[in-house]
């Protein structure tokens, strides 16, 4: 099995001087590809942090984090870009461009690969949304949109590009139970169809289910994980 995700001795640091606060703490943990994984735990414990380092969407400071091969400690901002072509990443509240209709939200999803054509990107974007069931929703805008629907948008914007990595940022957290577990298992389904591998931060353990592996972080240490 190949490891999509392979953290060593992971720290990470806020601020400056006297100011600099430690938030992770000695990370290690291995996630192979197509591995579904929920990572729990209270809030302010460092799972976002963690997420948000995964997705490169900040530098990694010490340590080792390899995504798919590619080490992020140290990594320049062109690496951190290129590493992201790679992901899907669902925020928490779905993070939606109020002026923008569904599909053009999705279609934000393709807007880092230059090799996809504008059609192109239109045509997957309503394919992706027709996927999610959203097929007749395409020209509405967010504010016309239930949470649920909202949630579907960014499932399908996180998953249009055909991501090795999809990453996911409390994604039930605005949903009742219902809708919550019909969401991740719409994820789950589309991702196992794409053959990703998908990491889901959550208080929720109403979706626990859905997992492969459960991993509990704490005070910004990983308290309980099965190590691949």
Do not use: W
């Not at 340590?63 to 990594?75: K, N, P, T």
């Amino acid at each position: 099995m190949t490891i999509a995700i392979s953290v060593r001795h992971l720290n990470h640091y806020f601020g400056q001087g006297q100011l600099r606060k430690q938030v992770l703490f000695d990370l290690n943990l291995d996630i192979d590809e197509g591995e579904i994984v929920i990572m729990t735990g209270p809030s302010g414990s460092g799972k976002t942090t963690f997420l948000t380092l995964v997705g490169a969407l900040r530098s990694a400071q010490s340590g080792s984090l390899r995504v798919l091969g590619q080490e992020l400690v140290g990594a320049t901002s062109q690496q951190l870009t290129i590493v992201r072509r790679n992901h899907g990443y669902i925020f928490q509240g779905h993070n939606l461009h109020n002026s923008l209709t569904a599909r053009e939200n999705v279609k934000m999803g393709l807007e880092l690969h230059s090799e996809i054509s504008l059609p192109q990107m239109r045509s997957r974007a309503t394919e992706m949304l027709n996927q999610v069931g959203l097929s007749d929703h395409l020209d509405y805008y967010p504010q016309d949109l239930s949470g649920g629907q909202k949630q579907r948008v960014a499932i399908a914007r996180a998953l249009v590009s055909h991501p090795r990595i999809v990453l996911a940022d409390e994604p039930t957290a605005a949903l009742d139970s219902k809708s919550g577990l019909e969401v991740v298992k719409l994820m789950q389904k589309l991702a196992r169809e794409q053959s990703c591998t998908i990491l889901i931060v959550t208080h929720d353990n109403r979706i626990l289910d859905v997992a492969d592996r459960l991993v509990h972080m704490e005070d910004g240490t990983l308290k309980h994980y099965a190590q691949r």
